[in-house]
Nanobody, 121 residues
Framework: QVQLVESGGGLVQAGGSLTLSCAAS??????MAWFRQAAGKEREFVTA????????YYADSVKGRFTISGDNIKNTVYLQMNSLKPEDTAVYYC????????????????WGQGTQVTVSS
């Protein structure tokens, strides 16, 4: 059984930075991703990384501002968020999938409990 535990959320001013962590335990699938869900909105893909070769891909809304990285030894994925905007406010979820280039929540098998990120203007 895979368990994912996010941490690092909080309140930050617009233009600021925040780093989220997702610690995985168990035998994870090959792809780790971050999704986010703002109040009253659907969960949306943010970024993902493939453990085997470090290949990454991003939603257009975060390209150039967010960076995903992974530590295979610690089995932890990070999301470095820079130049944060109020519209980045959401609960951020870590997720795990065996599918490459998966961007739909339905393609992810395991989920963390989420961590709140709030960006004030």
């Amino acid at each position: 059984q895979v368990q994912l535990v996010e941490s690092g959320g909080g309140l930050v001013q617009a233009g600021g930075s925040l780093t989220l962590s997702c610690a995985a335990s168990g035998r994870t699938f090959s792809n780790m991703a971050w999704f986010r869900q703002a109040a009253g909105k659907e969960r949306e893909f943010v970024t993902a990384i493939r453990w085997s070769d470090g290949n990454t891909y991003y939603a257009d809304s975060v390209k150039g501002r967010f960076t995903i990285s992974g530590d295979n030894i610690k089995n932890t994925v990070y999301l470095q968020m820079n130049s944060l905007k109020p519209e980045d406010t959401a609960v951020y979820y870590c997720a795990n999938s065996p599918l490459n280039y998966a961007t739909s929540p339905s393609q992810y098998f395991y989920w963390g409990q989420g961590t709140q990120v709030t960006v004030s203007s």
